[in-house]
C-alpha cells in the first residue's frame, strides 16, 4: 500500500551497511543528516549581471551519523582492518594497591604474564629478598603476589601489568596499508502522524538505499567523565557504475 501523504521524521535513523568484505553492520544513531547535493559551474559573459547558464557537474550525497551505542564492527568498517577471535594480552592499570603492614606483599586478582609487571621506582628482584626499590613476583594459587621490603610497609602502589586473555576474545588489528571500504548503505526512519512522538501512531517507514558510499576514515570518540560517549560516522556518495545509471533510491511503505 502506498504512502504519498505529509508527515513528520522525529526519529534518529538507523542503518543497514553491507561491505564488500565483511558481514552486516547495523548503526543505531542518536543523530544523524543525510544531505544531497552537487556542484556547477557558472557561465559568464556580455554585460549581464546574472550567470549566462550554470552548467551541473556532479551530484553528492553524505550521510553523518552519531552511533548511540559502541560496537567493535563500526570501528572495523572505518579502519578497515582485521577482526578476529583468539588469545591476546591485556593491560591491567590504574586500580591502587597498599603493601601488607605485615606480611610485605601486594596480591594481584590476576596471574601476570612473565615480566610484564611495571612499577614506578620499582624495579624486579632476582630473589624473594627484594631491597626498598625492587619487588618479586611469584605465582601463589593461580594468581600473582609481589614480595616488597619491609621498609615498602603500607605504602600505595599502582603496578600496571599484562594477562593472558580467553582465545575468544575479538580483536582488531589494523596494519599500515588497512583503509576502510565502500559499502551499500540503507538508512532507515519512522514517519509520524503529529510532532508530536507521544500522542501520533507511524504512519509509515521510509528507507533511503544508496548503492556505493565510502565509509569515511574517521572514527571519533567523544564524551565526558561517567557520561555516553558518541561515536561518529561518516559516509559519502560513490558512482555505482551501475547498468541503470541509478545513484539511489527512497522507498516508503505504509504501516498498516
Known amino acids: 500500500m502506498s504512502f504519498n501523504g505529509k508527515g513528520f521524521i522525529i526519529d534518529a535513523p538507523k542503518a543497514l551497511i553491507r561491505t564488500a568484505s565483511r558481514n552486516l553492520h547495523i548503526a543505531t544513531a542518536s543523530q544523524g543528516q543525510v544531505q544531497i547535493g552537487g556542484d556547477s559551474i557558472e557561465i559568464n559573459g556580455g554585460w549581464s549581471f546574472y550567470n549566462l547558464a550554470r552548467i551541473d557537474t556532479k551530484k553528492t550525497i553524505a550521510i553523518n551519523f552519531t552511533n548511540a551505542q559502541w560496537d567493535l564492527d563500526h570501528l572495523a568498517i572505518t579502519s578497515?582492518?582485521?577482526?578476529?577471535?583468539?588469545?591476546?594480552?591485556?593491560?591491567?592499570?590504574?586500580?591502587?594497591?597498599?603493601?601488607?603492614?605485615?606480611?610485605?606483599?601486594?596480591?594481584?586478582?590476576?596471574?601476570?604474564?612473565?615480566?610484564?609487571?611495571?612499577?614506578?621506582?620499582y624495579t624486579v628482584a632476582g630473589t624473594a629478598t627484594p631491597t626498598a626499590t625492587q619487588f618479586y613476583p611469584h605465582t601463589v594459587g593461580g594468581v600473582t603476589e609481589l614480595v616488597f621490603n619491609s621498609t615498602v610497609a603500607g605504602a600505595k602502589l599502582y603496578p600496571a601489568y599484562k594477562v593472558v586473555t580467553?582465545?575468544?576474545?575479538?580483536?582488531?588489528?589494523?596494519?599500515?596499508?588497512?583503509?576502510?571500504?565502500?559499502?551499500?548503505?540503507?538508512?532507515?526512519?519512522?514517519?509520524?502522524?503529529?510532532?508530536?512522538?507521544?500522542?501520533?501512531?507511524?504512519?509509515?517507514?521510509?528507507?533511503?538505499?544508496?548503492?556505493?558510499m565510502?565509509?569515511?576514515?574517521?572514527?571519533?570518540?567523544?564524551?565526558?567523565?561517567?557520561?555516553?560517549?558518541?561515536?561518529?560516522?561518516?559516509?559519502?556518495?560513490?558512482?555505482?557504475r551501475r547498468t541503470d545509471g541509478n545513484m539511489w533510491e527512497f522507498i516508503i511503505n505504509k504501516v498498516v
Do not use: H, R, W
Request: hydrophobic share 35%; proline share 6%; with cysteine.
Open 214 to 240: 565510502k565509509v569515511m576514515p574517521t572514527y571519533e570518540f567523544s564524551g565526558s567523565y561517567k557520561a555516553a560517549s558518541s561515536f561518529k560516522l561518516d559516509l559519502q556518495g560513490l558512482d555505482p
Open 80 to 121: 578497515g582492518g582485521n577482526l578476529t577471535s583468539g588469545a591476546s594480552e591485556y593491560y591491567y592499570f590504574g586500580t591502587p594497591y597498599v603493601v601488607d603492614p605485615v606480611l610485605y606483599t601486594i596480591t594481584l586478582p590476576n596471574l601476570a604474564i612473565a615480566g610484564s609487571i611495571e612499577i614506578n621506582g
Open 166 to 212: 580467553p582465545v575468544d576474545t575479538s580483536i582488531l588489528q589494523v596494519s599500515t596499508t588497512d583503509f576502510s571500504e565502500a559499502s551499500s548503505v540503507c538508512v532507515q526512519f519512522p514517519i509520524y502522524s503529529d510532532a508530536d512522538a507521544t500522542n501520533s501512531t507511524i504512519e509509515a517507514y521510509a528507507q533511503l538505499i544508496v548503492y556505493k
